[in-house]
Antibody, heavy 121, light 107 residues
Framework: QVQLVESGGGVVQPGKSLRLSCVVS????????MHWVRQAPGKGPEWVAV????????YYADSVKGRFTISRDNSKNTLYLQMNSLRTEDTGVYYC??????????????WGQGTTVNVSS | EIVMTQSPATLSVSPGERATLSCRAS??????LAWYQQKPGQAPRLLIY???TRATGIPARFSGSGSGTEFTLTITSLQSEDFAVYYC??????????FGQGTKVEI
């Protein structure tokens, strides 16, 4: 079955870095655009970043632009999020999500279970 | 930037009753609207896309309607497993993938 499994979260001090990973299975990873979406405690989801199926196009929310980098390794069925210069407001659960096929900037039809990032001194 | 506003923030409903959730966009999103369900400790789950199309495996008691700026998610005959938070999200125009703040459906 389709699965997305995130890892790499943890407790980190402000200003430090963290890299999240999302390993997928059950579908042809290399043909799907993929997203990172985060959710602060008690808040709604917030879109963070997207990469095209081939990694050539990437877009970011203004709140993370210049600090976060999304990437993918299609040979390893893995999506990454490199997070630098972390701030306390980056705290939350980070989900990887698959974008539906055949849409331009479409909705997310499959989500991972999330990994928790806590930025705290 | 398009802002999505959901109402009410909390909806108290008894099992077996009908729940009606609203989502308003600050400008037209045509029918490019999705609804997600989220239970505590879980990821959001896609319920509805294109404003009114049920995702795979979603029961028929969930229905979506609307277009432009006004949208509704209706849950007929609420089951115990339906008590959760529901989010609307628009897509297909930049900046995309903006979520509403959510409606909590509680007993």
């Amino acid at each position: 079955q389709v699965q997305l499994v995130e890892s790499g979260g943890g407790v980190v001090q402000p200003g430090k870095s963290l890299r999240l990973s999302c390993v997928v299975s059950g579908f042809t990873f290399s043909t799907y655009d993929m997203h990172w979406v985060r959710q602060a405690p008690g808040k709604g989801p917030e879109w963070v970043a997207v990469t095209s199926y081939d990694g050539r196009s990437k877009y970011y929310a203004d709140s993370v632009k210049g600090r976060f980098t999304i990437s993918r390794d299609n040979s390893k069925n893995t999506l990454y999020l490199q997070m630098n210069s972390l701030r306390t407001e980056d705290t939350g659960v980070y989900y990887c999500a698959r974008e539906v096929e055949d849409y331009v900037w479409g909705f997310m039809d499959v989500w991972g279970q999330g990994t928790t990032v806590n930025v705290s001194s | 930037e398009i802002v999505m506003t959901q109402s009410p923030a909390t909806l108290s409903v008894s099992p077996g009753e009908r729940a009606t959730l609203s989502c308003r966009a600050s400008q037209s999103v045509n029918s490019n609207l999705a609804w997600y369900q989220q239970k505590p400790g879980q990821a959001p789950r896609l319920l509805i896309y294109d404003a009114s199309t049920r995702a795979t495996g979603i029961p028929a008691r969930f229905s979506g309607s609307g277009s432009g700026t006004e949208f509704t998610l209706t849950i007929t005959s609420l089951q115990s497993e339906d008590f959760a938070v529901y989010y609307c999200q628009y897509y297909n125009s930049w900046p995309p993938w903006t979520f509403g703040q959510g409606t909590k459906v509680e007993i």
